[in-house]
């Protein structure tokens, strides 16, 4: 069974502070991997995604992908009120749009 | 019109009635999907379309029923649901298959309630 684990939170940070969510997969396959960010009501929306290991910058958000560890997290740097959603990984297993895999999500909570 | 648009944004049914979702695409995408969101769940992938073929049927109850005309429309034929059907219906686009795809458009789901 192919699995996706985030810890649900809530995690709540300070504003200005670093969120730092995280992420395991189970198949060593994994060739892609995703975050999407959903605001209570809405549907979710791509923020960032990484192929290759090490880490991805855009904004205040960084990617950090490690193969050997089945590992990918998300840092969002300055953290505002803003950010407050809930923050899905997602992990394709190769190959076709089946086999993009979502975890459950882990809720943000960032209080000025 | 932009994005991924969804209608009806909110149904409510019985358990003998018929209902359809739409979903509708204005980003020339190649690849269309039915995703469900429950409460304290994964989002769950249901059906996948790519060039209007259905290409994945994740292991749906035959009382959902997918129809894609053509590359910009997707339909979620409803009947006889159950209750516990009950939960946000998300479609999503995105632009063809590949060993990266997981760049989805989603639309704003319809929330349905089957009583």
């Known amino acids: 069974q192919k699995e996706v684990e985030q810890n649900s939170g809530p995690l709540s940070v300070p504003e200005g502070a670093i969120a730092s969510l995280n992420c395991t997969y189970s198949d060593r396959g994994s060739q892609s991997f995703f975050w999407y960010r959903q605001y209570s009501g809405k549907s979710p929306e791509l923020i960032m995604f990484?192929?290759?290991?090490g880490d991805k910058e855009d904004g205040r958000f960084t990617a950090q992908l490690n193969k050997a560890s089945q590992y990918v997290s998300l840092l969002i740097r300055d953290s505002q009120p803003s950010d407050s959603a809930t923050y899905l990984c997602a992990v394709n297993y190769g190959g076709s749009q089946g086999n993009l895999i979502f975890g459950k999500g882990t809720k943000l909570s960032v209080k000025p | 019109e932009t994005g991924v648009t969804q209608t009806p944004r909110h149904l409510v049914m019985g358990m003998t009635n018929k209902k359809s979702l739409k979903c509708e695409q204005h980003?020339?995408?190649?690849?269309m999907y039915w995703y469900k969101q429950s409460a304290k769940k994964p989002l769950e992938l249901m059906f996948v379309?790519?060039?209007?073929?259905?290409?994945e049927n994740n292991s749906v109850p035959s009382r959902f029923s997918p129809e894609c005309p053509n590359s910009s429309h997707l339909f979620l034929h409803l009947h006889t649901l159950q209750p516990e059907d009950s939960a946000l219906y998300l479609c999503?686009?995105?632009?063809?298959?590949?060993?990266?795809?997981?760049?989805?458009?989603f639309g704003e789901g319809s929330r349905l309630t089957v009583l």
């Open positions: 999503a686009s995105s632009r063809s298959s590949g060993a990266n795809t997981g760049e989805l458009f």
């Open positions: 990484i192929y290759s290991n």
């Open positions: 379309y790519n060039f209007k073929e259905q290409t």
């Open positions: 980003l020339g995408h190649n690849a």
